[in-house]
T-cell receptor, first 114, second 112 residues
């Protein structure tokens, strides 16, 4: 199994509070991704990173920010959580971009915003 | 933009039945196509992929053929097992992109 951990695995928070989710990898892969999974929508890309300090937006980036100061860590921050951000969040990593490189997924973080 | 459409689930089959899960896509250029599987409580795992037209991806008895003329990538297995019960996601990586676009997923339930 690819060395990907996510923390926390479960979190309940209140509307308006800031939340940070962490993805940590031990594979030294260049690309890291944050997706959210919602019923009826599959997985949707929030942000991704193609190197330290290099990030780009995905299709559902509003209300989220990311940071990557080290190769192994990719943080997802909800500045002011809303109920619409209740979801399961998955981190993924890839050695490089392109279809030749498989994306490996972490175990997910279940976030509930009340 | 790119999109992937999968058949609605759940799909319920008896063990040893034939499985087809339909997937069609919309994308410009020549995307790469994937099937991922998610077992209960776990993250997604790559099941198979195809990177150009007429390619057939296969793994663990599952197969899918990249059909550009019908923009489809249907997943098939000749004889399903209870252990195949999971959610299956079709996905594509568009030309020039470095991230995946997923379908909504299809839950498969296999009964003994």
């Amino acid at each position: 199994d690819a060395g990907i951990t996510q923390s926390p695995r479960h979190k309940v928070t209140e509307t308006g509070t800031p939340v940070t989710l962490r993805c940590h990898q031990t594979e030294n892969h260049r690309y890291m991704y944050w997706y959210r999974q919602d019923p009826g929508h599959g997985l949707r890309l929030i942000h991704y990173s193609y190197g330290v300090k290099d990030t780009d937006k995905g299709e559902v980036s509003d209300g989220y920010s990311v940071s990557r100061s080290k190769t192994e860590d990719f943080l997802l921050t909800l500045e002011s959580a809303t109920s619409s951000q209740t979801s399961v969040y998955f981190c993924a990593i890839s050695e490089s971009g392109g279809s030749s490189y498989e994306q490996y997924f972490g175990p997910g973080t279940r976030l509930t915003v009340t | 933009g790119d999109s992937v459409t999968q058949m609605e689930g759940p799909v319920t089959l008896s063990e040893e039945a034939f499985l087809t899960i339909n997937c069609t896509y919309t994308a410009t250029g020549y995307p790469s196509l994937f099937w991922y599987v998610q077992y209960p409580g776990e993250g997604l795992q790559l099941l198979l992929k195809a990177t150009k037209a007429d390619d057939k991806g296969s793994n663990k008895g599952f197969e899918a053929t990249y059909r550009k003329e019908t923009t489809s990538f249907h997943l098939e297995k000749g004889s399903v097992q209870v252990s195949d019960s999971a959610v299956y996601f079709c996905a594509l990586e568009g030309t020039g992109r470095r991230a995946l676009t997923f379908g909504s997923g299809t839950r498969l339930q296999v009964q003994p």
